[in-house]
């Protein structure tokens, strides 16, 4: 139902990509609202909506508001605030809440919205911010499947592949199984190239000798020329990989399993954050693995 109107609540450089899309794509955005108002301000001079100065205003604004928010407690704020908030006359509306969250956090607001009449999906993203601007995301969706059918022709037009993996909290899992494994693949690979690196090897033979064997992985690909040249202008930042980590974390405790490869890339990815490091693109953890970079 592309007639639909459609708001924004987080319009950093995921958010802000994503309203460009729709509205190239003939989409209504109606407004936006960012905690950083001048970012709101100028998105919604770009796009010719209304810069939202509170939650129930974008509510109030759109038939669909998608949301793009940092961690649980951001998502906590928004949905489940005292006062203003997301689902003050929210009857009828539907939200598509993008970020990477807890399971938990997805399942609480997904309760929250029926009480309330609305509908909450999740459709958690695996792609970067120029993937946001094409329309070629890739997205893991969750919630009532009927919902998902009727957001479906807009969902098309923000993603090159789309799956619908079933109820509140389950797209979440898949998604915290997705960064688990790619934050784990990141520090092995800066661990390698490290050795590499310190046994006198060229770097560019490494990655290619591992491109052609079993050391071969998509972040070999991404990451493993920004590692060498010491690039980590941020597309995925080491807090949010640290927070994604602790995610998959907190599941496994969950169902009593122990994660032990986790657990230390988690590490790796939390002292990047303590040594001032958390705003490095994720392929930052090679400055903690290279002799002569960062101790």
Request: glycine share 8%; net charge negative; proline share 1%.
């Amino acid at each position: 139902m592309m007639s639909q109107t459609v708001a924004f609540v987080g319009v950093g450089k995921m958010g802000a990509n994503m309203a460009r899309r729709l509205k190239d794509c003939g989409c209504s955005v109606t407004a936006v609202l960012d905690v950083n108002t001048q970012a709101a301000a100028e998105l919604a001079t770009e796009l010719g909506c209304k810069a939202c100065t509170s939650l129930a205003e974008v509510t109030t604004a759109a038939d669909v508001i998608f949301t793009v928010v940092t961690n649980d407690a951001a998502m906590r704020t928004i949905f489940l605030g005292s006062g203003d908030n997301l689902l003050t006359n929210a009857k009828g509306k539907i939200f598509i809440n993008c970020a990477t969250l807890s399971p938990a956090i997805h399942r609480e607001v997904h309760a929250a919205a029926e009480k309330a009449g609305a509908h909450s999906l999740e459709a958690c993203m695996a792609s970067s911010i120029s993937h946001a601007r094409e329309g070629k995301l890739y997205l893991m969706l969750a919630g009532d499947e009927a919902v998902y059918k009727q957001v479906l022709p807009m969902i098309e037009q923000m993603s090159v592949n789309r799956r619908f993996i079933g109820g509140p909290g389950r797209a979440a899992e898949v998604k915290a199984l997705v960064n688990m494994v790619m934050n784990i693949n990141t520090a092995g690979l800066a661990e390698g190239l490290g050795l590499a690196a310190a046994l006198g090897h060229d770097l560019n033979m490494i990655r290619e000798v591992f491109s052609q064997t079993g050391a071969n992985s998509r972040v070999l690909e991404t990451d493993s020329a920004d590692m060498v040249a010491r690039e980590h202008d941020c597309w995925f930042s080491a807090e949010h990989a640290a927070k994604d980590s602790g995610i998959a974390a907190d599941v496994a405790k969950t169902v009593g399993l122990s994660l032990p490869l986790n657990d230390a890339t988690k590490a790796q990815y939390e002292k990047m954050v303590s040594l001032g490091l958390g705003g490095l693109d994720k392929s930052g953890i090679a400055e903690l693995t290279f002799k002569g970079r960062h101790a």
